[in-house]
């Protein structure tokens, strides 16, 4: 079938030379990815049935009670936040933990987030100093340190000059002085245990655990009072439903199964517990990074094997923080071009880690997977979508075949997906509804039509903004506010 | 042809192949949310018709023979409910309710049943049965709590360390301390917790933590220093001085700095001193803190000395110079 006319036109020839050489590496690479994305459901399977295992096991009001534990402060970096800032620091506040602090750094914001901080709060000025230590480095100048009147409200805030979040990070971590640090955002909500659960891997093991990840969702659709998730729901727009699938699949099988592998990559800056001292050591965040967690964490990665440091990361999959997902598809790209961009900036940072057998598995499985599934993912997932396409127009592979393989393809993204949703479904986490369900089986196989070949888009844009060297800046987020939904 | 053996029919078997699993995945989920949520409401229901019952007895003095007798005589789904609302409030009362709630559960026959259920094949029943066990603290069952410690199943093992806690005595801080020596994966937590339990209310308990410290497994002397810690036994700082200055471990350097923290007197100020310069971090941090922990004219050349070091990651911690004693 030929439906523009062009056999044996020279555009027939190139198409038919580029599939000559190519279908093989194409078949190796969707064959490598499939193989991979099963691993990591059978990983992550057995990490997240075992963290259940944990759960029943564990006794948390038991835990909140125990004098043993760390000490741990929760750092939130804030820029424009007043929507939300005063509800985020209450629910902090009251989280179920025994000894933690809240330091609040107002990162120069333009709106009234330091205000709504004062007036809530009854601040008055502290003897705390922000104290840059080891390798650490603060750059936004500070303007004031300021603390709750009342002691029983163990809240810093930190008043410094824009400098964006990862700088402003690093200012909470320099006044920081408990023996754990937990990053954290303004428009996020932590289930009143997540604290708690996140903890425990470093209760178990004090020495080597360096830093714990938790669980991220999607709070759109959730009820909140009081700064907790009260109920679970979908949202109404399908941009954020897909997102909640997304973040489904990413943390329950992705990041549980880097975890159990041993190589965890990525700790969500939107919740991850790290040893003070390891961040000293490190430097904290890379403030001329856009993907600071990521880069974080290949910096602990690098530290600890480079001193042939015994060490772990670890993913817990039972402590969970809600996150507020782009709504609408203007910061949705910008959003994801960001993350592309920061994907992009680090792992060229840490390029020499690169299958080094000196990092171990993150150099020989880690690096290489995240180069090639995450970094090239959307180069080649759009090329070969064209690729196909054009070849099907000038008649150089039989439409049915093609269709077949485009089949086997989608397939396998909603298997992986829906898979997702069982691991979860069987962890007895998630309070869903039979209608909620069916909107993320739906959203399973919706994604694949359109969705996935837009973010491939924002991404690529990512990729060639980090090429040309554009500066970083906050991600802005209009904020819908808690009290709203 | 590129590649011959990609043939259509490959391909079609490769695709149905694809999609069946995909339906059946769906399946499974709407399977098994179906069963939890049927489970749930069915639980919900028996509870709500439970617990006033369960209340009334537990609360009455004396308890209404009708209702005991109703309780007693509870069967099948219901009888389940009566019993894990009787278990549940067993956590929170003594003296003569528990005795009393206790007694309706041996004559409903609930431990003969946990007992028959310790020995199920499958880890998360026995589980079960070990933990509810533990909470009637019937003695005859201590030695079938202690033997499940070494089942093969880590969930298994570590509700009944955590069971122990209601069986102290030189045996089960033992049972405890050969689950750590083993290399269990049982959260340190539960451990801590459970010879904790056991170190406050009995003495042999207590003096056979305290030959942990001497263990040479490292496990178990960490566990046991932080235990001694959390028991405030001042009589114990020397030894927990002793093991923060030579053990050549850094985790139970850790644990004996953090116990320092709570029982630290004056002469365990060298030790934290040199605890200051440890390689490790967590170390440092403790041993500092253990030091802030002591009067401050006791600690105070020594934190000045730490001042002097200028270790960046003690500084913040450090108090300012005009606030120690004779600056």
Redesign the interface.
Same mark, same amino acid.
């Given at each position: 079938m030929d439906v523009l006319e062009l056999t044996g036109t020279w555009v027939d020839d190139a198409v038919r030379a580029v599939?000559?050489w190519t279908?093989?590496p194409s078949?190796l690479y969707f064959l490598a990815i499939a193989v991979q994305q099963g691993v990591l459901v059978l990983m992550g399977w057995i990490d997240v049935r075992a963290s259940s295992?944990?759960r029943? #096991?564990?006794?948390l009001a038991?835990?909140a009670t125990?004098?043993?534990s760390m000490s741990l402060t929760v750092v939130m970096a804030a820029y424009n936040e007043s929507a939300v800032i005063a509800e985020s620091v209450r629910s902090v506040l009251a989280l179920d933990y025994p000894d933690h602090e809240v330091v609040v750094v107002n990162d120069g914001s333009t709106d009234d987030t330091l205000e709504v901080l004062r007036r809530t709060y009854d601040l008055v000025p502290s003897d705390r100093?922000v104290?840059p230590?080891?390798s650490?480095q603060v750059r936004g100048a500070v303007r004031g340190v300021l603390e709750a009147r009342d002691p029983a409200v163990p809240l810093v805030v930190v008043d410094t000059e824009n400098s964006g979040r990862a700088d402003a990070s690093n200012a909470g971590l320099?006044?920081?002085?408990k023996?754990l640090v937990v990053f954290f955002d303004a428009d996020s909500v932590l289930d009143a245990d997540a604290l708690l659960l996140a903890v425990?891997p470093f209760?178990?093991?004090?020495?080597r655990v360096v830093c714990t990840g938790g669980n991220i969702r999607a709070v759109n659709g959730c009820r909140v009072v009081a700064g907790r998730v009260v109920e679970e729901g979908m949202p109404r727009p399908w941009l954020a439903r897909l997102q909640v699938v997304e973040y489904l699949r990413a943390f329950s099988l992705g990041r549980a199964g880097w975890s159990r592998l041993g190589a965890l990559m990525l700790v969500s800056g939107a919740f991850g517990v790290y040893?003070?001292?390891?961040l000293?050591?490190v430097g904290g965040f890379d403030a001329d990074t856009i993907g600071e967690d990521f880069e974080l964490t290949m910096s602990l990665h690098r530290w600890c094997r480079r001193r042939r440091r015994a060490y772990r990361l670890v993913f817990v999959a039972e402590p969970t923080c809600w996150t507020e997902v782009p709504e609408s598809r203007a910061v949705l790209r910008r959003q994801r071009s960001r993350w592309h961009r920061g994907l992009w900036e680090v792992l060229w940072k840490h390029r020499g880690m690169l299958l080094n057998p000196r990092y171990g598995r993150i150099g020989m499985i880690g690096l290489p997977s995240f180069w090639l599934f995450e970094l090239m993912a959307p180069l080649f997932e759009l090329v070969g979508l064209a690729l196909i396409l054009l070849a099907m127009a000038v008649g150089a592979i039989?439409p049915?075949?093609a269709l077949?393989?485009l089949?086997?393809s989608l397939?396998?993204g909603? /298997?992986v997906t829906?898979?997702a949703?069982?691991v979860e479904?069987?962890a007895?986490r998630r309070r869903?509804t039979?209608a909620d369900?069916g909107v993320m089986?739906l959203c399973a196989v919706v994604e694949n039509l359109g969705y996935r070949q837009l973010t491939a888009v924002w991404r690529l844009q990512g990729w060639w903004q980090a090429l040309r060297g554009s500066t970083a800046s906050w991600g802005e987020m209009t904020r819908t506010g808690f009290a709203t939904r | 042809m590129?590649?011959p053996w990609?043939t259509?029919h490959l391909? #079609?078997t490769?695709?149905v192949i694809? @999609?069946l699993?995909?339906a059946l995945?769906?399946a499974?989920?709407?399977l098994?949310?179906?069963a939890?949520v049927r489970t749930e409401r069915s639980q919900h229901a028996l509870d709500e018709a439970a617990r006033p019952l369960v209340a009334r007895f537990v609360l009455d003095d004396p308890a209404d023979p009708g209702l005991r007798a109703t309780l007693r005589d509870a069967r099948g789904a219901f009888g389940d409910r009566v019993d894990e609302r009787l278990l549940a409030v067993l956590e929170g009362i003594t003296g003569e309710g528990r005795e009393r709630t206790v007694a309706l559960l041996v004559d409903r026959g609930h431990p003969a049943r946990l007992r028959r259920r310790a020995r199920s094949r499958r880890a /998360?029943i026995r589980?079960a049965a070990i933990r509810r066990l533990g909470r009637l603290a019937l003695p005859a069952d201590a030695d079938l709590v202690r033997r499940a410690t070494a089942d093969r199943a880590?969930?298994v093992s570590? #509700?009944a360390a955590?069971a122990l806690a209601a069986y102290p005595g030189a045996a089960s801080a033992q049972a405890v301390l050969d689950l750590l020596r083993a290399g269990a994966s049982v959260?340190?937590?539960?451990v801590?917790?459970s010879l904790?339990g056991q170190g406050e209310a009995d003495e042999d308990a207590l003096a056979r933590i305290r030959q942990g410290l001497e263990d040479p497994e490292a496990r178990v002397r960490a566990a046991c220093a932080?235990v001694l810690g959390?028991l405030t036994s001042t009589a114990d700082a020397p030894l927990l001085g002793e093991l923060l200055r030579r053990d050549p471990t850094?985790?139970v350097q850790?644990a004996a700095a953090g116990a320092l923290r709570?029982v630290g007197r004056a002469g365990a100020v060298p030790a934290l001193l040199e605890g200051t310069r440890s390689a @490790?971090?967590?170390v440092?941090?403790q041993a500092l803190q253990a030091l802030l922990a002591l009067p401050r004219e006791v600690a105070a050349p020594a934190l000045a000395e730490v001042a002097r070091r200028g270790d960046? /990651?003690l500084?913040?911690?450090l108090p300012r110079p005009a606030d120690l004693p004779g600056s």
């Open positions: 599939l000559l279908a093989i078949l295992a944990r029943d #096991v564990l006794d038991e835990t125990a004098p043993v100093e104290r230590a080891g650490l320099a006044v920081s002085a023996d425990q209760l178990d093991d004090p020495l040893r003070r001292d390891m000293l050591e039989d049915v075949l077949t393989a089949g086997i397939g396998v909603i /298997l829906v898979l949703m069982l479904e069987g007895r869903t039979v369900l089986v | 590129i590649l990609l259509p391909l #079609v490769v695709l694809v @999609w699993l995909v995945t769906v499974a989920i709407l098994s949310h179906a939890r /998360l589980a880590p969930v570590s #509700v955590r959260p340190q937590l539960v801590v917790n904790i932080q959390e850094a985790g850790l709570r @490790w971090g967590p440092r941090l960046p /990651l500084e913040p911690l």
